[in-house]
């Protein structure tokens, strides 16, 4: 059975204990319940738990303009939480195994983006000419610039607004940025830890820069940052049909948990 809410602090205290018991596939799922404790601004947002045999067993969240995010929940739980969400949704996101689920149910989908979780084993730092720092202010115009092209390429939709995300988190310290040659050339962002864990992404570096190093080189200051001061994990998605990123990834330490897909309607 399926329970709906529009208040936070009730969906945490119902839905947090449930999604801590894995906090490596539910790691979007607590990344946004910590950044709306922090103040991200959103819209109308909304909650839900499934409850089976008087335990919560799934959950799933909607910030607009984002996808319907699916946490960890059985396939069964799918089909009546889609109904229940009514057939006008712009796109739903989580584990393969749902979002087919979630297929079946609303029809074919404009889009089907496959990704890959990954978790970091050990940390393989690449040699790449140049330094990682942390995202300041002055990089402020050209984060935003690359924030931009980043979503332009992924085309999944649902994007917030880029100026205020970039502010948020160059002010938290969650940006980071590869120098060489006394310019920044690669972007990495660092989700705040939840349940121990800290999610990488985006990644971004410019086509110009390309295929120098960098953008693994920035993944990987960015992942040693996390594991020496914010969490004990870390991890992140990539495209599955991008195979020179997931092969950049495994190169520096990330090794694959399980698929997920990002499917869109409109």
């Not at 045999?53 to 059985?74: I, K, N, Q």
């Not at 120098?179 to 349940?195: D, K, T």
Request: proline share 8%; glycine share 10%; with cysteine.
């Amino acid at each position: 059975m399926w329970t709906f809410t529009s208040d936070l602090e009730e969906y945490a205290r119902v839905a947090e204990p449930f999604l801590l018991g894995d906090p490596v596939r539910n790691t979007v799922a607590l990344t946004v319940l910590a950044n709306l404790r922090a103040g991200m601004p959103v819209e109308n947002p909304r909650f839900g738990w499934w409850t089976a045999c008087g335990e919560v067993r799934g959950a799933y969240f909607h910030t607009p303009p984002h996808p319907v995010g699916l946490a960890d929940m059985p396939v069964e739980a799918v089909a009546p939480l889609m109904e229940a969400l009514g057939g006008a949704l712009h796109g739903v996101v989580g584990r393969v195994e749902l979002t087919d689920e979630a297929q079946r149910v609303l029809g074919a989908p404009k889009q089907v983006v496959p990704e890959r979780l990954y978790r970091l084993g050990t940390l393989a730092v690449p040699d790449v000419p140049g330094h990682g720092r942390f995202a300041v202010p002055a990089d402020f115009p050209l984060l935003v610039s690359w924030y931009q092209a980043f979503a332009e390429e992924v085309a999944t939709g649902g994007h917030d607004d880029v100026t205020d995300r970039v502010a948020r988190r160059v002010a938290a310290r969650e940006l980071f940025v590869w120098e060489a040659g006394g310019a920044p050339v690669s972007l990495a962002g660092l989700s705040p830890e939840a349940g121990g864990v800290c999610r990488v992404g985006p990644v971004y570096t410019p086509p110009s820069c390309r295929r120098k190093g960098y953008g693994s080189a920035v993944t990987a200051y960015a992942s040693g940052v996390g594991l020496a001061e914010r969490c004990d994990e870390v991890v992140l998605f990539t495209d599955l049909g991008n195979p020179t990123s997931n092969a950049i990834y495994q190169s520096i330490g990330y090794r694959p948990v399980c698929d997920y897909a990002h499917v869109t309607y409109s």
